[in-house]
């Protein structure tokens, strides 16, 4: 792996990126129709909490990363178990994502190329980012950071101007109450997009460290969460809830409306373009996150365990044949059950004995020094 030291804007864009990730693909709190914005709100606000917390459990040891944290104080036989589980994690995620490149790929540019080849292609280039490490990953997110910029700006830009907007969508506000909004955002949305930044609990020591490392992270946080929400939402104003919900790719329908004839049409190819961006940054660091933990875990070369990894990632890609049951797999096991164990419960337990070995060593130290005291 690389031994550069990622600058602290380096680490904050890559976080940026990795948010946005393949989020824009999907309607989230859907269950909540026109409220979905509300679902989006409340779920940012949790995710904000869990990153809070993310951050705590880095600056009480800033020497280790995920995997050291949890041998080092959940114990060496149970931190491995954890941080294996928590490599499959990650895994199973990058495969999640190299499954959303190849279904958009098929369906938007390369619709009589077969998704196994599509798929195989990403993976061999992902693979190659993942071989030089996290550093050059955050380098290489900080060169696309413009690309991101213009290319999410000028779709909300078009969506705005050619009168596709139907504001009476957004109402009425909680026609059902708070509950379809509060199911929407917990865990749904919890589990995705925000609380995958738990992953960044690998790569935080990695970065130089100075008083604006809280309030950066924080801040983009805060500000990549409102641009998600925007973009959300806009779905439903163009669509409608009834459709929105109901839609494969919904801002991809949305971005297919656009016509301004003779001058810009097919805006779903500037669409796929910062998708694929999205999914490609958030693939690589869901993979150097998994080869990071098995070769804490195994002992086992980095690069050693690059081939392998990625002959697994494809093969989980296909765990599910068809795309709808892919859909309700993730919906209905991945963020409701298994993400809450790894972002949530997991880090509330770590950060707890972390708290609770370092009371004890502070009564140990009081001790030492009275009895050191008391002998003199």
């Known amino acids: 792996m690389s031994k550069l030291t990622p600058k602290l804007s380096d680490l904050v864009i890559a976080f940026s990126l990795f948010e946005v990730g393949s989020t824009t693909l999907f309607l989230l709190g859907g269950g909540a129709k026109q409220d979905a914005w509300l679902a989006m709100l409340i779920g940012s606000v949790i995710g904000f909490f869990l990153l809070m917390m993310y951050l705590w459990i880095h600056h009480l040891d800033r020497g280790r990363d995920l995997y050291e944290l949890l041998q080092y104080y959940m114990g060496k036989i149970p931190g491995r178990v954890l941080g294996f589980l928590f490599a499959v994690y990650f895994l199973y995620e990058t495969s999640r994502n190299l499954r959303d490149m190849g279904e958009v790929t098929e369906l938007t540019l390369l619709n009589r190329t077969p998704i196994a080849f599509i798929m195989f292609i990403a993976i061999v280039v992902v693979g190659n980012t993942v071989r030089y490490g996290p550093e050059v990953l955050m380098r290489a997110c900080t060169i696309l950071l413009p690309a991101f910029i213009f290319g999410y700006s000028l779709l909300l830009l078009l969506i705005v101007t050619t009168?596709?907007?139907?504001?009476?969508?957004m109402w009425p506000i909680l026609e059902n109450g708070i509950k379809p909004v509060w199911k929407a955002a917990f865990p749904e949305i919890v589990s995705f997009p925000f609380g995958q930044v738990v992953l960044f609990l690998t790569f935080f020591k990695l970065?130089?460290?100075?008083?604006?490392?809280?309030?950066?992270?924080?801040?983009?946080y805060c500000v990549v969460s409102i641009m998600l929400i925007i973009f959300n939402q806009l779905t439903i104003l163009v669509l409608g809830p009834a459709i929105a919900v109901n839609?494969?790719?919904?801002?991809?329908?949305?971005?297919?409306?656009?016509?301004?004839?003779?001058?810009?049409?097919?805006?779903?190819?500037?669409?796929a373009m910062v998708l694929f961006l999205?999914?490609?940054?958030?693939?690589?660091?869901?993979?150097?996150?998994?080869?990071?933990?098995?070769?804490?875990?195994?002992?086992?070369?980095?690069?050693?365990?690059?081939?392998?990894?990625?002959?697994?990632?494809?093969?989980?890609?296909?765990?599910?044949?068809?795309?709808a049951e892919y859909i309700w797999l993730g919906l209905n096991v991945s963020v409701t059950w298994i993400a809450p164990f790894f972002q949530i419960l997991v880090p509330l337990l770590l950060v707890l004995v972390m708290l609770l070995r370092k009371g004890k060593r502070s009564q140990s130290s009081q001790k030492t020094g009275g009895e050191r005291y008391n002998r003199v």
């Not at 970065?207 to 983009?220: I, P, Q, R, Y």
């Open 278 to 323: 999205g999914l490609g940054i958030k693939m690589a660091a869901f993979f150097i996150g998994a080869v990071t933990g098995l070769s804490r875990i195994s002992n086992i070369r980095y690069k050693t365990l690059i081939i392998p990894t990625g002959i697994a990632i494809y093969w989980l890609s296909f765990l599910s044949p068809r795309y």
């Open 163 to 169: 009168d596709l907007l139907h504001l009476e969508n």
């Open 247 to 271: 839609a494969t790719n919904p801002l991809l329908e949305t971005v297919q409306l656009i016509r301004l004839t003779g001058i810009l049409e097919r805006m779903d190819a500037l669409f």
């Open 207 to 220: 970065s130089e460290h100075n008083s604006k490392f809280n309030k950066a992270l924080l801040g983009w």
